[in-house]
């Protein structure tokens, strides 16, 4: 355990149907990265938070994507209309500023779009 | 553009030594992670390069070449427990992360 946690852990969803994602970070790290990840494949990075604002967002993110944080603390990720190509496993990372960077994972969340 | 590339699959046996290279092409470079992901669950965090040399940490140690774009993972005295994907992974410019597509380590008996 990572310190990091995500709720759900698992979601199954109907296409053109809405979903929220929560990740609770390790309380002392102001710096919150949401990535997506597909079987075989490494991590994709979809967007940034140091403390409440939004700093970098990928552009293969479309616009049915949207993420806060607000007050700095827990993030969400909400998609929208989802398709069946967004089906993966939805990771959050926390990490403290300085230092080296490391990130620590939570444990996901499996988005399966039926 | 930002690509990392690594080995899909590699395999060793229980004891043995086993180097995972990756080379990388970013637009820029902050430092470069490793992280093991066994399967099913979130990446942990292995090692971390930033200037050119060898990192060294209990069994596992971490080569970088930044002129060459390349870092290697090497893993010594395997255990099975040690199976799992290997991420390459280079922190940008900005605060981009960009992951390699992670090499799975098969260590038999």
């Known amino acids: 355990d990572t310190g990091v946690s995500q709720n759900p852990r698992h979601k199954i969803t109907k296409r053109g149907q809405n979903v929220t994602f929560r990740c609770d970070p390790i309380s002392e790290h102001n710096r919150l990265y949401w990535y997506r990840q597909t079987l075989g494949q490494g991590p994709e990075f979809l967007t940034y938070f140091q403390n409440e604002a939004q700093l970098e967002k990928s552009r293969l993110l479309s616009d049915r994507f949207s993420a806060e944080r607000p007050k700095g603390s827990f993030s969400t990720l909400e998609i929208q209309r989802t398709e069946q190509g967004d089906s993966a496993m939805y990771l959050c990372?926390?990490?403290?500023?300085?230092?080296?960077?490391?990130?620590?994972f939570g444990p996901g969340t499996r988005l399966t779009v039926t | 553009g930002q690509n990392i590339d690594q080995p899909t699959e590699m395999t060793a046996t229980e004891g043995a030594i086993v180097q995972i290279n990756c080379t990388y092409q970013?637009?820029?470079?902050?430092?470069l992670f490793w992280y093991q992901q066994h399967a099913g669950e979130a990446p942990t965090f292995l090692s971390y390069?930033?200037?050119?040399g060898l990192e060294e940490k209990g069994r596992f140690s971490s080569f970088l070449s930044r002129s060459k774009g390349y870092s290697y993972l090497l893993l010594k005295e395997l255990q099975m427990k040690d199976s799992a994907s290997y991420l390459c992974?280079?922190?940008?410019?900005?605060?981009?992360?960009?992951f390699g597509p992670g090499t799975r380590l098969s260590v038999l008996p």
């Open positions: 390069n930033v200037l050119d």
């Open positions: 970013t637009s820029g470079f902050n430092g």
């Open positions: 992974a280079v922190r940008d410019k900005g605060q981009n992360f960009v």
């Open positions: 990372a926390s990490s403290l500023a300085g230092g080296t960077y490391e990130q620590y």
